[in-house]
């Protein structure tokens, strides 16, 4: 398919839920305003309903098309490419020579933050060409390191001993570079997120609808393989699951990060998705059990979901939420309990969660790498998709907007700077020709991919 056809497709999808994200927001006003409550609800019931149908027939469209089995492989070979340059990258001939990009695992943060910080240590280091280096004794997660947990990130280089260290950024090509935390660069390069690489990126957006996150995705695929015995600890405690699609995965972050980086979102909230998607997937089939994977940091969530919910099967592990409650939560067995949680997010048909929280977005983005294009199948009650310390995220205007009402004016090709999407049909963003921040319609403006030359590995065969 060409790149038109793709964006157009996606396009069509994507607003269906815009006008949805509108009709739903104007009209709930009404109800409050008004004493037709009743058939204003009937009309909301109408609209949801025939939304659900207009995607549900978008999605058959999209296996229709001829091009399912063509996606399939073409997202598997570029998978893989991208797995063996970075073979490549990690192991050099040879150790010695090898240039090298020193990162410290031990960031004081949780795990979803610690693996996006290797994420960014290992774009640092594709885009450099350098063998990334991983210091992680005295790790929180385990004392004995990220080794003693997963496969070492190289076969043949892991350490620079004896190496003259130079920090970041540098003023002549040393050979030995140590890298800080993202948030305390003062260069921020511009291959960091979300900018993808250029060679491959005709290839990526035609297969899917969110190449950033598959990017990052692709970095997690490479470094997070669990050594033999945190494998078989995973696979037990998954074993005692009864495991069965369709399920939807529901992250529920709550203690340390409520009031503090997010606000509380209640279980009805996520809910509603959860119901939204299985009344969709029930105008193609039955569904005999509306399954339910819960993964939460909230000791409390599980028994209340299954009290204020019982014609849903909840799966979890209340084990696993309490040692993941802020107060046991760096140990080895709260690690296992998190990779069991992330596992089986990620294996989940569709995914509800607050984007606020790194454990979220590491559950999309392997998710994008367990399938073609996991780009429709979430939905975040809080923030769009980010990487944090991102450069500037922008959206490019693709019709007019006179900014008449309460949004801003912009004409096609302005760029706007985006803070975020308020899933009414609007979002905020600054104008960067204009200076002008406010209110936009989020249907009138599409992703602007930032594309980056990163090296191409020609040594390595496509
Ligand atoms: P954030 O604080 O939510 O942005 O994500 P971080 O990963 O940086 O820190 C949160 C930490 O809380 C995680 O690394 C886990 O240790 C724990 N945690 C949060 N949510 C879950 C969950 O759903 N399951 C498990 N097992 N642990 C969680």
Redesign the pocket.
């Known amino acids: 398919p060409t790149e038109d056809y793709e964006n157009l497709r996606r396009r069509i999808y994507s607003n269906t839920k815009e006008l949805w994200y509108y009709v739903h927001h104007e009209l709930t006003k009404v109800i409050q305003e008004d004493n037709k409550a009743e058939k204003v609800q009937t009309i909301l019931d109408q609209i949801g309903e025939r939304k659900r149908s207009l995607l549900s027939d978008q999605q058959l469209f999209e296996e229709l098309d001829g091009y399912h089995e063509w996606r399939q492989a073409e997202a598997a070979n570029v998978s893989d490419l991208v797995q063996r340059r970075l073979h490549y990258l990690q192991n050099p001939p040879d150790c010695k020579d090898a240039r090298k990009l020193i990162c410290n695992l031990n960031k004081g943060?949780?795990?979803?933050?610690?693996?996006h910080h290797i994420v960014y240590c290992l774009i640092f280091a594709y885009a450099t060409e350098r063998t990334l280096i991983l210091n992680s004794k005295g790790w929180r997660y385990n004392n004995k390191g990220w080794d003693y947990v997963f496969m070492p990130i190289s076969d043949s280089c892991t350490s620079s001993a004896g190496e003259k260290v130079v920090q970041w950024p540098v003023t002549y090509d040393a050979k030995v570079v140590s890298l800080s935390f993202i948030d305390s660069i003062s260069q921020k390069p511009k291959f960091l997120p979300l900018a993808i690489p250029k060679d491959l990126a005709h290839r990526i957006t035609r297969f899917n609808g969110d190449p950033a996150s598959w990017w990052i995705g692709q970095m997690l695929k490479y470094v997070l393989k669990p050594r033999q015995a945190m494998q078989k600890a995973i696979n037990e405690t998954i074993a005692k699951m009864n495991f069965k699609t369709p399920i939807v995965g529901v992250?529920?972050?709550r203690?340390?990060?409520v009031g503090t980086?997010a606000a509380f979102h209640h279980i009805h909230e996520y809910m509603a998705h959860v119901k939204d998607y299985y009344d969709q997937l029930e105008l193609t089939r039955t569904v005999d059990v509306r399954r339910v994977y819960l993964?939460?940091?909230d000791a409390n969530v599980l028994e209340d979901a299954r009290s204020k919910y019982p014609e849903y099967t909840f799966l979890g592990d209340p084990s696993?939420?309490k040692?993941?409650a802020?107060h046991r939560?760096?140990t080895p067995l709260?690690?296992t309990?998190?990779l069991?949680?992330l596992h089986m997010l990620a294996m989940c048909d569709y995914l509800v969660c607050t984007f606020?929280?790194?454990?979220?977005r590491?559950a999309y983005e392997m998710m994008q790498t367990n399938r073609v294009d996991a780009s429709n199948s979430f939905f975040s009650l809080d923030d769009i998709y980010y990487f944090g310390g991102q450069n500037s995220h922008d959206r490019v205007a693709v019709m007019p907007n006179d900014g008449a009402y309460q949004d801003i004016p912009f004409q096609v090709g302005d760029l706007i700077g985006i803070a975020g999407n308020h899933w009414n049909g609007y979002g905020r963003g600054t104008n960067k020709r204009t200076n002008m921040n406010g209110l936009i319609p989020w249907y009138k403006t599409a992703d602007h991919l930032v594309l980056y030359p990163f090296p191409e590995y020609k040594q390595v065969p496509m």
Request: proline share 0%; aromatic share 6%; net charge negative.
């Open positions: 943060c949780g795990f979803g933050c610690q693996l992250h529920i972050r203690t340390d990060k980086e993964a939460t940091d696993i939420a040692t993941a802020t939560r760096y709260s690690l309990g998190l069991v949680d606020s929280s790194q454990v979220g590491v």
